[in-house]
Nanobody, 123 residues
Framework: QVQLVESGGGFVQPGDSLTLSCAAS??????IGWFRQAPGKEREGISCISSNDNTFYIESVKGRFTISRDYAKNTVNLQMNSLKPEDTGVYYC???????????????????WGQGTQVTVSS
């Protein structure tokens, strides 16, 4: 069973950038999704990368966020630029099992979840 560890969160000002990382304990090409949850709100999926590196972004982050895979490190990164206060929340990565050609940011296919990392965007 794969284990995931998120890192890279922090406190930044609007317009700043952060890069989050999701490190996997094995070398399988899992589809990886990024999700976030603001206080008092439902968790939402924001981006994913499939086993063969097809990517998806929700409209509110498209053009600002970039998801990518570092094969040597068994890690998926989420580069976040032009951050806004509404990007604040706990960010989670999650992995599907098996080989997935196309990914989606709905919760149910993801069987393994990391512990989360806090992102705060405020002036």
């Amino acid at each position: 069973q794969v284990q995931l560890v998120e890192s890279g969160g922090g406190f930044v000002q609007p317009g700043d950038s952060l890069t989050l990382s999701c490190a996997a304990s094995d070398s399988d090409y899992h589809a990886i999704g990024w999700f976030r949850q603001a206080p008092g709100k439902e968790r939402e999926g924001i981006s994913c990368i499939s086993s063969n590196d097809n990517t998806f972004y929700i409209e509110s982050v498209k053009g600002r966020f970039t998801i990518s895979r570092d094969y040597a490190k068994n890690t998926v990164n989420l580069q976040m630029n032009s951050l806004k206060p509404e990007d604040t929340g706990v960010y989670y990565c999650a992995a599907e099992e098996g080989f997935v050609n196309y990914c989606a940011v709905v919760d149910f296919p993801y069987k393994h979840w990391g512990q989360g990392t806090q992102v705060t965007v405020s002036s």
